[in-house]
């Protein structure tokens, strides 16, 4: 059974990492104190949904760096464009909005190849 950074690594830019293992910490209690017998079985649903948690976690966090972290000229024009359509364009502050809410809240159609391309202004 494996919790916190040893079960799923994000990148800690978006400040997530003791979140993500708290959760697992409670998530992971209540299924042993739930569950009188203890077997692989016990621990299926966290499995799943923390493969999910930590998929959009990830996808926040990979937008995040490439925002940040993309220097010179041509960063500058893609944060500056960005924050122009986030004017407009409310769908667009919903990543940044997840370091906040958390990966509950994140609508799992935003984590998308798709949703992406959108984001950075990439043709589709
Ligand atoms: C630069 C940086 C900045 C970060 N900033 C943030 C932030 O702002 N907010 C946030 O929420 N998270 C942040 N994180 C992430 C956060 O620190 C981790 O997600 C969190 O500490 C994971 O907790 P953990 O208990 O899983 O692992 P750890 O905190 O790494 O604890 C594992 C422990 O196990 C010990 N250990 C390892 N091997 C053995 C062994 N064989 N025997 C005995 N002990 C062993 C280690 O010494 C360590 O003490 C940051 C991480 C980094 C690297």
Redesign the pocket.
């Known amino acids: 059974m494996l ?4 079960a799923g690594y994000n990148n ?1 830019l978006i ?7 708290l959760r697992d910490v409670r998530t992971v209690s209540e299924q042993l104190l739930s569950n009188r017998a203890w077997d692989v079985g016990t621990f299926a649903a966290y499995g799943t949904e923390r493969g999910e948690r930590l998929r959009r976690m990830r996808y926040v966090a990979q937008l995040y760096a490439t925002v940040s972290t993309t220097f010179g000229p041509e960063g500058r024009q893609l944060r500056r464009y960005l924050h122009k359509r986030q004017r407009d364009d409310p769908d667009l502050l919903a990543p940044t909005m997840a370091i906040f809410t958390g990966p509950d809240h994140l609508d799992p159609q935003i984590c998308t190849e798709t949703f992406r391309r959108h984001y950075l202004g990439l043709p589709s």
């Open positions: 919790i916190g950074d040893a800690p400040g997530q990492g003791l979140a993500l293992a």
